[in-house]
């Protein structure tokens, strides 16, 4: 079919944007035999249940139909999935969101408090770089809380392996408002007229290159106002051309959807699906969502993480949690992935040549092969900054 968005050059553009093809892509219905592993499809959103898919876990052929069956959905299916009990422990939730609580109170007193993307200045409470904030508030909790092999699986099926975490927390308050309609990063994050210079083909690759997702750190109804999403939009071509354009908004107003979510419950979906935090019109309820932006290895994450420090505060839990079985290798290779850095690259190949490979070992290689040798932290350490020192021109 003819690209009616496109011009001859390739390019999208706002004006060009097709109404009528999009109202078509979004009135579509998700069969229940496309997500064989659902529980239940609720508006269109296929919900795992997580304490019964555990068996699938522990054998690889069944994770990666799995994890298949998790990208079609996000890529050409309606675009989200929930996973329901993805922390069927939610101990460390509860001691990150105190922790998480401080760090708001903390960055009050000794700032005006961070803006939003697409709210108001003030309207939600954000924690930019959670991922290694919480790493250095408790190193323990945060192995705990990223020894979650649900979320790499949903990490991995979209990113493959070495991908690169980061995170925010948005706590909402009673009365806060919504967000505005919009797509996420790469190309959701660019002016309209910076992201109109870049062709149509790589406004249809940008969103294989990130993934969005949100971890529930309470109870969420809809009256909470959860993630609002359209299904199916992440179809749209040309949808970052077209999501600023305020008849596209109105048409995400009248249609989106909203499932509410329990506490370890945990939302992804593809940065291409329309979507906005909702407004919380509860009358107590201080909505908290940890919010993950992952990233390929071969893009650029949004934030800038130290990670070395990240690997060298974690690495004595990881060492006493696994010496002592509290969790498991794969659980442990979970809270890794979320921690080091698990691609070679960028690095200088006079200084740091690929020995017995393809590639440089990576800090996640080092990571577990310091585990398994039983290295100490200080030596650790060292190889760790030998690494980095080698990466430099």
């Known amino acids: 079919m003819k690209d009616l968005e496109k011009t001859d050059t390739g390019y999208y553009y706002p004006e060009k944007c097709n109404l009528n093809e999009f109202r078509e892509i979004i009135g579509q219905t998700l069969p229940m035999e496309a997500t064989p592993h659902a529980a239940e499809i609720e508006k269109n959103i296929p919900i795992y249940d997580i304490s019964l898919l555990k068996t699938a876990f522990n054998d690889e052929g069944s994770k990666s139909v799995l994890m298949a069956e998790w990208a079609g959905v996000l890529k050409d299916g309606s675009g989200a999935i929930v996973l329901r009990n993805a922390y069927q422990d939610t101990s460390a939730i509860d001691e990150a969101t105190k922790l998480y609580e401080d760090i708001i109170v903390s960055e009050k007193v000794n700032s005006e408090g961070g803006a939003d993307h697409f709210a108001a200045d003030g309207a939600n409470d954000r924690i930019w770089n959670s991922l290694q904030k919480l790493c250095e508030s408790s190193p323990d909790v945060f192995l705990r809380y990223f020894a979650n092999e649900a979320i790499q699986m949903a990490c991995q099926a979209w990113l493959g392996p070495n991908y690169q975490m980061t ?82 908004r109105e048409v995400f107003e009248n249609h989106y959807v909203q499932l509410p979510l329990n506490k370890g419950d945990a939302l992804f979906f593809s940065p291409a699906i329309f979507h906005a935090a909702g407004s919380n019109a509860s ?97 650790f350490e060292n190889q760790l900054k030998l690494m980095e020192s080698k990466k430099i021109a």
């Open 167 to 248: 995170a925010q927390v948005n706590l909402v308050r009673p009365g806060g408002n919504a967000q505005q309609a919009h797509r996420d990063y790469h190309l959701g994050f660019q002016t309209a007229e910076v992201s109109s210079l870049y062709p149509a083909h790589v406004h249809e690759l940008s969103p294989a290159l990130t993934l969005q997702g949100a971890i529930a750190h309470c109870d969420m109804p809809v009256e909470s106002g959860p993630t609002k999403l359209l299904p199916f939009s992440q179809s749209y071509r040309p949808g970052y051309a077209a999501w600023r354009r305020e008849d596209f």
């Open 283 to 379: 009358s107590n309820i201080h909505r908290m969502a940890n919010l993950l932006q992952v990233s390929s290895a071969f893009g650029r994450a949004m934030e800038t993480i130290d990670r070395a420090k990240m690997c060298v505060l974690t690495y004595p839990s990881a060492a006493k949690h696994l010496d002592e079985q509290i969790l498991s290798i794969s659980e442990i290779k979970a809270a890794i992935a979320a921690t080091a850095e698990g691609y070679s690259f960028p690095t200088n190949l006079d200084n740091d040549p690929p020995k017995g490979g393809l590639a440089p070992e990576t800090q996640q290689a080092l990571f577990l092969r310091a585990l398994e040798s039983k290295m100490e932290k200080a030596d």
